[in-house]
């Protein structure tokens, strides 16, 4: 297996030569590159799958025992100072290889029967496949430099995709506002980066771990210096991985067709921020401080995602919601210094989340049959209902992945998701009280999602809602009759306007949903295989995942078998148990409605609100940098009018003054001078007179 190694290289390559020649051919021969749609669909799928293929590979051989193996170029190069740039092939690369190949892979499969009318089909290949080599890519990237490099190409390709229909209102600030919040995470890396840097001399990532370990120890540096340089490179993950408080774009990128939303939530742009808190975790690992920063901010975005997901109507936004809420698991873990966990609900997330957001494009892929092309209506639950009947394939695959992430055995999200709360027990059960409490509360929401999207009566034809939906969004604001949003019954809507939306084809309405194409369903139940399965391999058993991705300053011989049945028995019932409440509760509310939600959410209409209005986090950046950014530049302004212009405008009036004066003396004729220099002279002989 070593040949292979060597052409490692080839698995960014290949996505990234066919965004190139699809790019040119869009660029050069638009109309015939158009024309070539299925041929483009094919070439970029069949390059993914060939970098799929040396992905397997490679985690096949890195699986039999193969050491790390690193390739290196120098870059740039002038005296003493060294940039180097390679590839790196080890068990976190080879995990990683095969996730985002294999998930990207299904997506843009899933893409061409979702895409198939739009008109900018060919482009959105192109994109696609330029967004899954900047990952991979990053993930291949041996330093920390190299990964910042690939890091901006990610968030270039992010705002491609999110902004893909850039002449509606909607996507374009919706990429606008992801682009400026990243840019505020990826300065806080870039200078985290630097002054790592400056203090260890190297972007290496464990030597800059040793020698950031041995500096703070010997006292040359300080342990708080430390941990500001370590928190400052935490900001590049808070913002990509949508942690508390630079989420706000997660939600916002559901402007994006639904393919991108899959590939964003499940293995490329919020994966890539847990991905460099695992490279980076030989210099975390030695700074305490960062590392209870990272865990507690994990703790609070799985919380807060967690409770704005309860009252989402939106299936995409209640889907992004839930993302952020498992990212922050995952952070959570990394913090704990469970690392193996955080990567194993990596793993195990991105399989079920993919699925679940193609499962919601198909659904709105099958309403919009019903409902025509608009997301107010094709996307909000309340007017679905019972699709289970007209889409069963979609309906059983989405209850895997509800189950999955649920927590409950033997699916995949329980396996990983068990291990990260017993990790945050052992380390503080203050976190574990928020991972518990917070298990259920997705376990609520996501069968809050499933009954109101599958089970009941079909809604989509009731007219009273679509006018009541349609007025909400010309008014461009909420009808203020109730608590709609926890009431999938209930006529009134918030205004949760879009001037996007996603292009199917030219369908006829009709009575009735119908399930989505082969190519759509494909990878739905593709993807369900590892949802049920893939946790198996991270039992405390016999953990197989443990052994393979330990960290990079333990070394693990055997596979980790050893543990407290009884622990094991406790916690996992605990987690089962808050999940199954949760269940059972929204059984109550949305399957056999014994109990009003709307009820409940007029007795509790300060926490209903609080989760409405998602944390009023929006609204405070609004007031705070949106409104306050305009005013200071409005008073930037006054003082470039009154202060910067005046001194302007003085020296111009003074310069037109004295030249107006001037002018007069300026006669030609000799005498006239003269006459001036003898009156000057007799001027400073009065004055030295009369001083003297």
């Known amino acids: 297996m070593g ?8 698995i960014p390559v290949l996505p990234l030569a066919g965004a190139m020649i699809l790019g040119l051919g869009l660029i050069s021969f638009n109309q015939t590159a158009n024309r070539f749609r299925k041929g483009s669909a094919i070439f970029i799928v069949s390059l993914l799958g060939a970098a799929m293929v040396l992905s397997f590979a490679l985690l096949w051989s890195q699986l039999q025992g193969h050491s790390p193996y690193t390739h290196m ?23 990683m290889l095969v996730i985002v190949t294999t998930v990207a892979f299904f997506v843009m499969i899933y893409t061409d029967g979702y895409m ?41 390709c992010s705002y491609l995709l999110i902004g893909f229909w850039y002449d509606r209102k909607a996507a374009a600030d919706a990429c606008q506002k992801a682009f400026v919040t990243n840019r505020v995470g990826d300065f806080g890396l870039l ?38 340089f370590a928190i400052l490179v935490f900001l590049g993950p808070v913002a990509k991985s949508a942690q508390v408080p630079l989420h706000v774009w997660l939600p916002d990128a559901m402007e994006g067709p639904t393919p991108i939303s899959a590939l964003i939530h499940a293995a490329t742009m919020v994966a890539a921020g847990v991905f460099l808190i695992a490279r980076m975790y030989p210099v975390f690992e030695h700074v305490p401080a960062a590392m209870n920063v990272i865990a507690w901010t994990g703790a609070v975005t799985a919380f807060v995602g967690a409770t704005t997901a309860i009252t989402q109507n939106d299936i995409k936004k209640g889907l992004a919601y839930s993302t952020m809420s498992q990212l922050g698991y995952m952070v959570m873990a990394m913090g704990v210094g469970a690392y193996s966990a955080g990567l194993f609900h990596l793993m195990t997330h991105a399989y079920f989340k993919a699925m679940l957001f193609l499962g919601s494009g198909s659904v709105i892929h099958g309403m919009e049959a019903v409902v025509g092309h608009d997301p107010v209506l094709a996307q909000d639950m309340r007017l679905m ?18 189950l999955a992430i649920c927590g409950i055995p033997p699916f995949a999200g329980f396996w990983s998701k068990d291990e990260i709360l017993g990790a945050s027990y052992a380390a503080n059960p203050a976190l574990w009280a928020i991972g518990w409490l917070t298990a259920g509360i997705t376990a609520f929401y996501m069968f809050r999602m499933y009954f109101n999207t599958f ?53 006829h309405h009709s009575n009735e949903p119908h399930e989505s194409p082969i190519s759509m369903t494909l990878p739905l139940m593709a993807l369900a295989v590892p949802s049920i399965l893939i946790g198996l391999v991270g039992t405390p058993f016999a953990n197989y995942f443990e052994a393979f991705i330990h960290p990079p ?54 926490l209903y609100k609080l989760s409405l209005n998602k944390w009023y986090f929006d609204d405070i950046y609004e007031v705070l940098f949106v409104q306050g950014s305009r005013r200071l530049a409005r008073q930037v302004l006054e003082v470039d009018l009154r202060i910067v212009d005046g001194l302007v405008n003085l020296a111009g009036f003074v310069t037109l003054v004295t030249g107006e004066a001037l002018k007069y003396l300026e006669t030609g004729r000799a005498q006239f001078y003269a006459l001036i220099v003898f009156g000057a002279v007799l001027g400073l002989v009065l004055i030295s007179g009369i001083t003297g």
Request: overall charge negative.
């Open 385 to 402: 209902g019972g699709l289970r009947k007209y889409m069963p394939i979609t309906a059983i695959t989405f209850l895997i992945g509800t």
């Open 73 to 95: 170029i120098e870059w740039a190069a002038a005296g003493d100072f060294r940039l180097t740039m390679g590839y790196t092939v080890d068990q976190l690369t080879a995990m």
């Open 553 to 606: 300053s333990e070394v693990i011989e055997g596979i980790p078998s050893e543990f407290e049945l009884s622990e094991f028995v406790t916690m996992a019932g605990s987690s089962v148990g808050i999940a199954l409440l949760g269940i059972t509760l929204a059984s109550l509310m949305y399957l056999v409605r014994k109990i009003n939600p709307a009820a409940i959410a007029e007795k509790i209409q300060p």
């Open 191 to 228: 200078l985290g980066m630097l002054a790592l840097f400056w203090a260890t001399g190297t972007f290496e990532f464990e030597l800059m771990g040793d020698r950031l370990g041995e500096l703070v120890q010997s006292g040359m540096l300080g342990s708080g210096l430390a941990a500001l």
């Open 455 to 507: 089970e009941g009566s079909f809604r989509g034809t009731d007219t009273s809602i679509q006018k009541q939906l349609k007025l909400a969004q010309f008014q461009k604001m909420g009808l203020s009759m109730g608590p709609g949003a926890m009431n999938s019954q209930e006529l009134t809507l918030e205004a949760d306007t879009h001037d996007n939306h996603d292009d199917h084809g030219d369908h």
């Open 3 to 10: 040949p292979i190694y060597e052409y490692a290289w080839l």
């Open 116 to 156: 198939a009318h739009d008109p900018g089909y060919v482009r959105f290949y192109a994109y696609l496949s330029l967004f899954s080599s900047s990952m991979l890519g990053l993930v291949v990237s041996p330093n920390l430099l190299q990964v910042y490099v690939f890091w901006e190409l990610v968030g270039m």
